[in-house]
């Protein structure tokens, strides 16, 4: 069993936002020459997401309008995380939209369907924090 | 390591069901031959859920009024991915339930509890979709 | 490929709770004596997660107030599940919170970033139930 480990880092400018990494993580998948098996790929902080869905503007402005209504920020006295921080509705966010994805490697790629790409979904931003990617197989 | 992959091809007639696909995931791992190891079983569409939780009509009427209520499908045009369609709801409602599951594999069987089923969650039908299968280990 | 199981039992006495279960899985992973892999922390049962999040109560009590405003308990009687139980909420609750987490395990550790935790929640507590930790690697 072969097995590969890389840290991807980002810093959003804003509070919020998607970013498609679906490119650094096949990147990833080539400098592993894994063929074979499973690529787990997570946030490594508590604010922020790892999730699949569509690459669209528009829905990703229909998420953001989703889950501000689910998990508003303002108030932000309304949560009792917030003593000196503000971002307990980014917690909760992160939980609706998933912390990891696990991916299929079948032939040396990401096993996906048309339309699947890989997001990092940032609730916290406007500092330095970082994506795992961990891959096994053969 | 061995590995193993399949697809499972649904045509599901409503816009929406919940479809107990525990059968042919075993099936799948009875074909693949490995004992132990662990299966990833996820929806290759962005628009419909793997999810484990229990066979019981109730408890799924009791998931769609819901999931209704956190992610209604009207008015369409609340949403703007709903351009030239009208599945944003289907976007959202899955990342609720979720993309996949990763299941143990012990002894050749799933290592389930007592009540664990696996389903297809499909909230955007009439149309084939699919879900991938993925097994790896020895 | 080695492979490591074991369950982790609970019996919590009120019906929802948040337990830190970190260090459970890390004597486990000591006791696999695997390096390089992944290891799968799920609930065998329907109405409990394993997610990872922050440890600090203020935060589980945010969580607590939450799903409780988007699944609530009562009244029971809105969901058809509940027949001859009342835990239809549970199953909402921990379709939230998720059912499982897939962890990387890089040279013999739990590959977190600096606030990750992995916790039990309980959402229909008050009896003996039991969490999944299964290892694959080298």
Redesign the interface.
Known sequence: ?K?Y?KELWFKIPSRRAFINITPQVEECLNESGIQ???V?V?????TASV????D????H???EK?LEK??PHEPVSQ?????SEDN?DA??K???????????I?KGQL??????QIFYGEFDGRRKK?V?V?I???
Do not use: C
């Not at 999730?51 to 569509?54: E, H, K, L, Q």
């Not at 992160?94 to 299929?104: C, H, L, T, Y």
């Not at 096993?111 to 699947?116: Q, V």
């Open positions: 069993m097995s480990r074979e098996g499973m787990l997570n946030a490594m902080h508590i999730f699949i869905n569509d669209e503007p528009g829905l402005h229909d998420y989703w689910l998990a949560y009792q995380h917030n003593v307990a917690h909760m992160r939980q609706i939209m998933g912390r990891e994805v696990v991916v299929a079948t096993d996906f369907g048309t339309w699947e970082r795992l961990k096994i197989g053969e």
